[in-house]
């Protein structure tokens, strides 16, 4: 981390701890907040998220530069330099190149590396001449943006690749098998539990976008194109996949792990009145397994999550817990919160929060993300065309895996 993400982390970990002192003082003296004090409170609280922003967008510059940079010299083999007027970048001659070869970037590590490989296994035909960009590289940096823009792809969802669209019947179990905890003495039967294991189709739906550019834009350009058509083109498939797998979460993780009281509908109701506020959030925690909640998040759209960060405990103390380091999730009684636009906020007969272990939602893509190109087909208008395709789909395997907090309807 930088000197200057450094120090916004430090001014931000110091208003944290003003905060609690802060509450922690009017618990001591047995009193609710000032109207004063309130205010300060909600001020410092929102001066929290924005250092928080602000590192965190520093971290990403550095980290998007130092990327580049290293493909760069993986590439070419050489240092990356100073761009004047006369240079022009890779990307650059590779957009112009009629013979449409392709342009590689290095994959990044961990799950987009094994992605990469994966596909390189099952796919290793030549696109140089297909119009297509390096599946190597470019699928990879690809698949970094599209995970970058959703934080729901982040929260250890069970994302696969698959060379073909076809349709793949998915196990889907509804109740395990257990031990009725009787003793077996000898020559005793043994009590049958059978398992509740049906099928589901996990199907695929293509999704796209074509962005024309001008030519004189690719021979004359001065930017950072490349950087701008990658990030776009994968946060754009990003949120398309990210959509289809909330979408699957929301209908198939059926099971209420609480509902709100009759009445509350459009918050968690009064901290004060057993059964609502954090109450409601500790019963859906404890309503999923224990063995489900080791790797468990929170999941919710910004209004929800509003309703939530309002919320105190009885000492006092916000219910939710900001993240002290830059890129580190913010925490709802210890575990992560992702945001997901997609989810229901809260209203009559909705979802607004959903708990558990995310690995139960399975997301799939077909053919990987493609980013193409032609020359051919904007030639009337002098024209390059980049073409973004994902063929994705989405379901929830284990219902249990994952539970929300109902709301009722009225």
């Known amino acids: 981390m930088t000197s200057v993400a450094d120090q916004l982390m430090e001014r931000r970990a110091a ?54 940079e290293d493909s760069f010299r993986k590439v070419t083999g050489r240092e990356p330099e100073e761009r004047g007027n006369d240079a022009e970048s890779e990307f650059a001659k590779w957009a112009r190149d009629e013979s449409r070869g392709a342009y590689d970037i290095p994959a990044v590590r961990g799950l987009l590396t094994r992605l990469t490989e994966s596909r390189r296994a099952e796919e290793s035909r030549d696109m140089s001449g297909a119009g297509g960009l390096g599946k190597a590289g470019v699928y990879g940096q690809l698949w970094e943006y599209a995970l970058a823009a959703s934080e729901l792809l982040q929260a250890g969802v069970t994302l696969f690749d698959t060379s073909d669209g076809n349709t793949i019947p998915m196990p889907k179990a509804t109740a395990h098998a257990d031990v009725d905890g009787a003793v077996l003495n000898p020559n005793d039967p043994v009590v049958e539990s ?89 019963d859906l925690f404890h309503s999923v397994l224990p063995a489900y909640r080791t790797g468990a998040m929170f999941g919710m759209n910004d209004q929800a999550a509003a309703v939530v960060r309002k919320l105190k405990t009885s000492t006092g103390e916000p ?21 997901v636009p997609e989810f229901d906020g809260f209203a009559a007969s909705k979802k607004p929060i959903f708990f558990g272990d995310w690995s139960a939602l399975y997301v799939r893509i077909a053919g990987g993300l493609r980013f193409e190109r032609s020359t051919d087909a904007g030639f009337e208008n002098d024209q390059t065309k980049f073409r973004g395709i994902v063929r994705t789909g989405s379901v929830a395997i284990d219902p249990n895996a994952v539970k929300h907090l109902a709301t009722p309807a009225a």
């Open 15 to 68: 208003l944290v701890k003003d905060m609690q002192n802060l509450a922690s003082g009017a618990v001591q003296e047995g009193r609710d907040l000032s109207s004063e004090e309130q205010s300060k409170f909600d001020a410092m609280n929102a001066e929290v998220d924005a250092l928080a922003t602000r590192a965190q967008s520093i971290i990403d510059g550095e980290t998007r530069a130092k990327e580049l």
């Open 194 to 282: 059978d398992s509740t294991i049906t099928t589901v189709d996990l199907s695929v739906s293509k999704y796209g976008f074509i962005t024309n550019v001008p030519n004189e834009l690719i021979q004359d350009a001065t930017f950072d194109l490349e950087g701008y058509l990658a990030r776009n083109a994968g946060r754009r498939l990003g949120n398309k996949v990210a959509a289809i797998a909330a979408a699957a979460a929301a209908s198939g993780f059926t099971t209420a792990g609480v509902t709100s009281p009759a009445g509350v509908l459009t918050n968690l109701g009064s901290q004060d009145t057993a059964g609502q506020g954090s109450d409601l959030l500790i």
């Open 319 to 339: 219910v939710w817990q900001p993240a002290l380091v830059a890129g580190d999730p913010d925490m709802v009684l210890g575990k992560p919160v992702k945001i």
